[in-house]
């Protein structure tokens, strides 16, 4: 073998040696997309949503914070009206509406858009409101009115 082809497979064991190490030390590489969540990261920590008022929060997906979980008390059968508009539209949030043991009753993507609305038919109990994106990062303000029947 040549000394220039040497030198050449030396220097691309080099380089793929060096991009190992620093993938290896990245420890974004294998981070848990909810490890930063804090109190509302999981449906049983959720954080209660007063009816009617709007509340500011953020989910970031690069910073481990990508799920937070909001509950509403509902206090009998009518409508909840759910309103969440997201400082940055192409972190494409989703908000979804749970029952009291998790199923999924509505979902509601931002799709690209700043706002997302959208009503459910309910009866008295929790409500649980999952709000997270797929990537990126956003600051939101969601808020949940309540019509009785």
């Known amino acids: 073998m040549s000394n220039s082809v040497r030198d050449a497979v030396r220097w691309i064991c080099l380089s793929l040696l060096v991009g190992l190490v620093a993938g290896a030390c990245n420890p974004s590489l294998e981070r848990d997309p909810n490890e930063d969540s804090g109190n509302d990261g999981e449906r049983s920590k959720a954080q209660i949503l007063p009816l009617g008022e709007p509340v500011n929060d953020r989910v970031s997906y690069t910073e481990g914070d990508m799920t937070d ?19 940055y539209p192409s972190a494409y949030c989703t ?13 509601l993507p931002s799709e690209g858009e700043s ?35």
């Open 69 to 87: 979980w909001k509950y509403v008390q509902v206090p009998a059968a009518g409508t909840i009206n759910v309103t969440m508009g997201c400082d």
């Open 95 to 107: 908000v979804n509406i749970r029952d009291e043991v998790g199923l999924l009753l509505r979902e």
């Open 115 to 149: 706002r997302v609305s959208g009503s459910l038919a309910v009866t008295r109990g929790n409500y649980y409101l999952e709000i997270f994106v797929p990537a990126s990062s956003t600051a939101y303000t969601i808020q949940v009115d309540y019509e009785p029947n």
